[in-house]
């Protein structure tokens, strides 16, 4: 990608969440009709660290008279390295907290959004199912890496459909990586009762990408067997054991066992009349 094409897209797309006016003419971009020096500031304008895109943003915007604007604001960065957390590194959570929301950029593109959340669910429905994910996770997925792509991808000033294709494929290399941490989810999704009682020291489990387990078993056979103990293990166990259990499994760091326990707890709070709100 050319860089200084990227650093013009995130500035102008800044400026636009600003509601700042901005043009780009030949080449340049301006500000109340000064000349802003993208130049200087392409390598720092294109850093997913957003201290660092920010400040050069900040220099620029000062240069031209219009102060320090905040275009963007998603609150504290996460402070676990991006691994830990499935869906950090799915979302490229780097790249995603410079980006501004985009209403307009996502209901002109929505249709893209979701039909490629749709093909991806019709392709992979079974794993989808195993590990609870519907078509509204998807289509979820697709509007954050679609609002990164507004902002760092998309050709400025686009009059034919050149977006439509960039994007369609945007979508697509992002639903091939999430297919494959999909497998890695899939195979330490079940938590078992150590995990339940002491999840911080299951932090790393299920996470690494070359681990092979050699089991005849078929994948419904082992989550029949995980279910299994799980529920031996409970029937030893008073019900605030459980439900503490529970608790500090929905949130684990284990995405997938999040997702269980979650629905496990609702249920048990829903037979008696209560209600489990995730934090």
């Not at 499935?86 to 996502?106: D, G, I, Q, S």
């Not at 002109?108 to 959004?113: G, N, S």
Request: proline residues 3%; charged residues 30%; contains cysteine.
């Amino acid at each position: 990608m050319d860089l200084k094409q990227g650093a013009m897209r995130i500035f102008r797309s800044w400026m636009e969440a600003c509601g700042a006016p901005c043009e780009v003419r030949n080449g340049d971009v301006y500000v109340n009709n000064q000349l802003v020096d993208i130049g200087s500031k392409i390598r720092e304008l294109n850093s997913t660290n957003l201290k660092v895109s920010m400040g050069a943003f900040h220099d620029l915007t000062e240069s031209v008279g219009i102060g320090k604007p905040n275009p963007v604001d998603r609150g504290e960065a996460p402070t676990q390295k991006v691994y830990s957390d499935p869906v950090l590194a799915r979302l490229r959570h780097k790249e995603f907290r410079t980006a501004p929301n985009n209403a307009a950029f996502l209901s002109k593109y929505r249709e893209i959004i979701r039909r490629e959340a749709f093909l991806f669910y019709s392709k992979n429905k079974r794993l989808c199912k195993e590990l609870g994910y519907e078509v509204d996770d998807l289509i979820s997925y697709g509007m954050c890496w679609s609002t990164t792509f507004a902002h760092r991808g998309q050709i400025l000033d686009c009059e034919g459909d050149d977006n439509y294709r960039l994007l369609t494929r945007f979508l697509r290399q992002r639903y091939t990586e999430f297919y494959k941490s999909l497998l890695r989810e899939r195979r330490g999704c079940l938590p078992s009762l150590e995990m339940l009682k002491d999840p911080t020291e299951q932090e790393i489990a299920g996470l690494e990408d070359e681990v092979e387990f050699e089991d005849d078993r078929t994948a419904a056979q082992r989550r029949e067997d995980a279910r299994a103990a799980l529920e031996a293990g409970f029937a030893g166990m008073s019900r605030d054991a459980v439900i503490a259990s529970l608790e500090n499994a929905a949130t684990g760091p284990m995405y997938g066992a999040r997702r269980i326990a979650k629905r496990k707890l609702q249920e048990l709070l829903s037979s008696e009349g209560g209600e489990f709100e995730a934090g």
